[in-house]
């Protein structure tokens, strides 16, 4: 009989490099980077999960890691405080806030000197390019990174140039080579779909930034790309895989795409250590439903002596103590 084949999968290069636990990550772009270094952190990988909020276009990514880098603070003219009181800044999301300016200002700092002490000891930095629109300010003249509901007509939006993101890009690249030389760079473009700016011209944004990334890689050696959007536009096209806005990826879709990033990037170890923390999850997650059984002691016990063993690879500690907790409220039996 012959087999069908039900969808068209994308063969993904491995690196020649690998990840493991030792690895320092830093994840920084769209809500996408988002999701993939929360993935990265209940695996227990050493990662910096976007700690800028969420950033959609490159030259605001690019902005943000390149002040971080030379420890200038956030342009003073791009402060706002709303409606509610509340002060934000344009180039950064609305996630970092404070009801006193003052105060915000340190905590902008305090992020952007935190990302320059974990880029200098990192391996691995992943970019993810959410759209080729950005908004300028009207009053400086300047790209922002989140418009924070200000009145549209306070901003210009505007497509932006290939040549233009490829040499902020560029820019940043060169810099982080100076700092780390053997830094690792992944750009990827996110799956996820901007139909705020019409199916149609999110098409020309990803295929920008796809050609960006591209380019990129084609000239840096420490650059690679992952093909997240390809993923989910090529091989999970059908609406099965989005949430019911239609717009995101559900959570199958992540854990596929998830599941591609770790066989392409991963070495065998720390793939051993995600299916064998798994099963251990799901095993620390199973309550009795009668209660204080002799069953239900045995499995703490096996889950005792499963996370003993994986401590030798990661930071278990919080996880035995809290089946040791478990096991000592156990009555005797």
């Known amino acids: 009989m012959k087999q ?5 999968e994308l063969n993904v290069t491995p690196s020649d490099w690998k990840i493991n636990h030792h690895t320092k990550i830093l994840t920084i772009g769209s809500c996408f ?14 990662v910096l999960n976007n700690p800028f909020g969420t950033v959609f276009n490159p030259l605001s990514i690019s902005k943000l890691l390149d002040l971080s880098l030379d420890g200038k603070p956030p342009h ?12 934000l800044h344009h180039d950064f999301h609305s996630s970092l806030w404070s009801d006193n300016r003052i105060d915000l200002e340190g905590k902008l700092k305090e992020k952007q000197q935190v990302v320059n002490q ?19 300010h009207r009053a400086t003249n300047l790209l922002v990174g989140n418009c924070h509901k200000v009145p549209s007509d ?17 820019h940043l690249i060169f810099k982080l080579q100076s700092i780390k030389r053997d830094l690792r760079i992944i750009f ?79 070495d065998k170890p720390a793939l ?23 069953s239900q002691l045995a499995l703490l016990q096996t889950l005792q002596k499963r996370l003993s063993e ?9 996880e035995l103590a809290e089946i040791n907790r478990r096991i000592d409220g156990f009555p005797v039996i």
Request: aromatic fraction near 12%; glycine fraction near 2%; hydrophobic fraction near 40%.
């Open 4 to 8: 069908l084949k039900l969808t068209t």
């Open 33 to 46: 980077a988002d999701v993939l270094g929360n993935q990265l952190a209940e695996n227990k990988f050493q």
């Open 76 to 87: 003073p003219a791009l402060y706002h405080q709303n409606a509610d009181k509340i002060w």
């Open 118 to 136: 974990f880029l200098r000891d990192a391996d691995v930095l992943v970019i993810t390019l959410g759209t080729a629109f950005a908004h300028r």
């Open 154 to 170: 306070q901003f210009l939006k505007e497509l932006l140039h290939l040549d233009q993101i490829n040499i902020g890009l560029e």
């Open 188 to 266: 990827t473009v996110s799956p996820v779909r901007h139909t705020k700016d019409t199916l149609t011209l999110n098409q020309v944004s990803k295929s920008t930034l796809r050609l960006v990334c591209h380019r990129l890689s084609e000239k840096f050696r420490q650059v690679e790309y992952f093909p997240s959007y390809e993923i989910m536009v090529d091989e999970l096209r059908d609406y099965r895989y989005y949430k019911p806005d239609l717009i995101h990826p559900n959570s199958v879709a992540e854990e596929y795409i998830f599941t591609t990033f770790a066989n392409a990037f991963m």
């Open 272 to 294: 051993d250590f995600i299916k064998d923390w798994d099963s251990v999850q799901k095993m620390m997650n199973h309550f009795s439903h009668y209660g204080f059984t002799a």
């Open 310 to 318: 994986l401590s030798k690879y990661v930071d278990l500690s919080d």
